[in-house]
């Protein structure tokens, strides 16, 4: 049978029989976490959580671009926007998110030129049409987007754009992985490996995290039936106490991966020691611009001060990235923290665990 | 941290504007008619029932396939008074054009009124114009203001959904607000969707003439289907249960959405209705809906419940249950 559309995989059919095959196999309690917002997002619009047994806990990770962008991160795009002639260009999310006194989207109502995008080529040309002003584009996202953001690099210099800068915040996946597993407190029994950014980097990209923990993990895609699929490889190997590295997104992910669009990242970035709200520096785990494109290095053309940004008081959002924490045990969540007037990023995203837990879950 | 100016999201039609309007609005204006916060409000004078309303219209772009600002201006305000239970009579409508603006654009838009006025049988009493600096306004942006009788037997009202209620939707969501996005700049879709933009008033008519149980009309317009139920089972003050596989999306809307990360239950429409109706006329009124030339794709979408009051709760397509919540940012700004 070929699989042509995306609704074969929202079978209800199929969903209910793979349901059934977990009930049966799994018995002992365990903590699943799938890392990906796009993963928390399907499995809150879905219902996933309601329908699998009670012996496994899903715990949302560090997958959302915007949460794990660091306070300082988020300050140094707020002092860019108010530097005279410049044009902020972002995708929608990170417009909400608050810094220590302002957002995006407040400097906007302040007359600040502060655009949203679809592609990092609509602020290319957004550069090409005002050559008078200087056009930043802010890279927040992991392996998905960052090949992207390092072709408008390459671009940017084809065409002879001077005026074109990135600020990159990339993250990688494998090392924030190594990270949680260092974590003091975390327990997390398998991953649900992301989707998009697997397609990127490819599973030989996790082998070096796998062979140090030997947790089991299954890289997923999107669809209700993908992800219950690989809960149910999870609980196989987790009950057979086999822990392999194993892929349910065959149609999508490959063991290379797609080795051009890591070839261009690779030209463009270079691995950095970089800050993850919540976890703190993380080796290797950041994207910084090569020296020999500095000419479009955002944090090297704007004077950023040195920030002593704080991530808000009380503000679990750390805590609920690595799975220490549901959002409901947050102080915060719901009483002073809501989608309208959010207090940490996980409730400003469309992909954050608060957000997704305010708009699908209820305590009901 | 509090804001102290005017975000796009006040607009949203959501939570952010709902709270404008508690903190500010009714504060300065405080009447038991207005305190409904109905989408018009009803008015009695001299016997009879009114239903009076008023909308601000600032969709960008100004054409797009399926409709134009001023047609959407017609119907809205024809909509609006139309889900109060009334039958349209008289509109006003003011302009506001910046300079620059072509004249045969407007011509365009003023015909296309015309026509709509008529389609929907509403007669537009009077109007006003302002012309104002380039810059100081983006092309044109047009108001409109409306009455409209209502007959005696009918009492609908977003406060008046019972457990047992049955919920019909007149056809496919999130039309509008995907057509009108995929015409913005920077989007490079080519699709063959266009806005729903219709009258609802006549599919009004033959509901009302169909059944004396109906308890609520509501178009779903800013904030999509999500937040409109959502409204309701606040105000009513009853749960709401709905069933994913039964909300028609064109498969192209669909597609769409899954691509931008949108949900389409938070989309406007501009030419669907729900209607909440007692059980036993359900069928009835089905079969009417779908008499009307925009009902035609009407289905049973869900119910009102006896649990959960004030809640909306989904089962998605393959079986669980999430909860429906009002929209909390503006996913889409102008879009009418």
């Known amino acids: 049978m070929t699989i042509k559309h995306a609704d074969e995989y929202r079978d209800p059919e199929i969903s209910r029989k793979l349901v059934e095959q977990i009930k049966n196999l799994s018995k002992k309690n365990v903590r699943l976490m799938e890392v990906c917002g796009t993963h928390t997002m399907s499995i809150f619009r879905n219902g996933i959580r309601k329908l699998i047994p009670g012996t496994i806990s899903l715990l949302s990770g560090p997958g959302c671009p915007v949460c794990v962008t660091a306070q300082n991160e988020i300050d140094a795009f707020i002092e860019i926007s108010r530097v005279p002639d410049t044009i902020i260009t972002t995708f929608g999310d990170l417009m909400r998110v608050p810094g220590n006194e302002s957002s995006l989207q407040k400097e906007r109502a302040a007359g600040k030129d502060i655009r949203m995008v679809y592609s990092t080529f609509d602020a290319i040309e957004i550069a090409r049409k005002n050559p008078q002003k200087k056009v930043v584009f802010l890279g927040v996202g992991f392996e998905t987007t960052a090949p992207t953001v390092a072709a408008s690099i390459l671009s940017a210099r084809e065409m002879k754009i001077e005026n074109y800068f990135v600020y990159s915040?990339?993250?990688?996946?494998?090392?924030?992985?190594?990270?949680?597993?260092?974590?003091?407190?975390?327990?997390?029994?398998?991953?649900?490996?992301?989707?998009?950014?697997?397609?990127?980097?490819?599973?030989?990209?996790?082998?070096?995290?796998?062979?140090?923990?030997?947790?089991?993990?299954?890289?997923?895609?999107?669809?209700?039936?993908?992800?219950?699929?690989?809960?149910?490889?999870?609980?196989?190997?987790?009950?057979?106490?086999?822990?392999?590295?194993?892929?349910?997104?065959?149609?999508?992910?490959?063991?290379?991966?797609n080795e051009k669009a890591v070839g261009i990242m690779n030209d463009v970035f270079e691995a950095a020691d970089v800050a993850w709200r919540g976890i703190g520096i993380i080796p290797g785990s950041g994207l910084k611009i090569r020296n020999e494109?500095?000419?479009y290095d955002a944090m090297k053309k704007f004077e950023i001060s040195e920030k002593d940004s704080k991530e808000p008081r009380g503000c679990a959002c750390g805590e609920i990235l690595t799975g220490l924490k549901t959002p409901v045990e947050c102080p915060l969540y719901k009483k002073i923290c809501t989608p309208v007037d959010p207090v940490g990023p996980c409730m400003v995203s469309s992909e954050g665990t608060c957000a997704a837990y305010y708009k699908y879950h209820s305590e009901d | 941290m509090k804001t102290d100016r005017i975000l796009l999201d006040h607009g949203s039609g959501g939570k952010i504007s709902h709270s404008l309007t508690l903190d500010i609005m009714l504060p300065a204006f405080d009447n038991p008619m207005l305190s409904k916060l109905n989408d018009g409000a009803i008015l009695n004078i001299g016997g009879k029932k009114f239903a009076f309303s008023t909308d601000t219209y600032t969709v960008d772009p100004v054409f797009f396939p399926g409709g134009n600002i001023g047609e959407l201006a017609i119907y809205g305000t024809v909509n609006d008074i139309a889900m109060c239970g009334g039958s349209p009579l008289y509109l006003s409508v003011g302009l506001v054009i910046e300079e620059g603006f072509l004249i045969s654009d407007l011509e365009r838009i003023i015909k296309s009124m015309g026509a709509a006025a008529e389609k929907a049988g509403v007669k537009v009493v009077t109007g006003d114009t302002k012309v104002v600096p380039k810059g100081a306004a983006d092309k044109i942006f047009i108001n409109t203001s409306g009455i409209g009788l209502i007959p005696d037997n009918v009492d609908v009202g977003c406060d008046k959904a019972v457990p047992g209620d049955k919920i019909i939707l007149s056809g496919t969501i999130a039309d509008h607000g995907i057509t009108v996005l995929t015409q913005r700049e920077g989007m490079t879709f080519t699709s063959s969707i266009k806005s729903d933009t219709a009258p609802l008033n006549r599919m009004v008519e033959k509901i009302f003439t169909a059944s004396k149980k109906v308890h609520v009309l509501r178009d779903p317009t800013r904030g999509g289907v999500g937040t409109s139920l959502s409204e309701i089972a606040e105000k009513s003050n009853s749960g709401i249960r709905i069933y994913e596989k039964k909300i028609p999306v064109k498969n192209e809307v669909k597609s769409i959405c899954e691509l931008l990360g949108f949900d389409p239950l938070y989309i406007a429409n501009e030419g669907k209705l729900l209607a909440f109706v007692s059980p036993e006329d359900a069928d009835k009124v089905l079969s009417a809906v779908r008499e009307d030339e925009f009902g035609k794709d009407a289905c049973i979408i869900g119910e009102v419940v006896s649990g959960h009051p004030g809640k909306v709760f989904l089962e998605t397509g393959i079986g669980g249950i999430r909860m429906v919540d009002m929209l909390t940012g503006e996913q889409l700004p102008r879009i009418c």
């Open chain 1, 293 to 295: 494109f500095s000419d």
């Open chain 1, 169 to 257: 915040a990339h993250k990688t996946v494998p090392q924030a992985l190594c990270a949680l597993m260092k974590t003091e407190g975390i327990k997390i029994d398998g991953f649900i490996l992301p989707g998009h950014v697997s397609v990127i980097i490819g599973t030989r990209a996790y082998l070096p995290f796998f062979n140090q923990y030997q947790t089991p993990c299954v890289v997923a895609g999107f669809e209700p039936s993908d992800i219950m699929q690989a809960v149910l490889m999870l609980v196989k190997q987790i009950e057979n106490k086999t822990p392999g590295l194993e892929n349910a997104y065959t149609r999508a992910v490959s063991f290379e991966g």
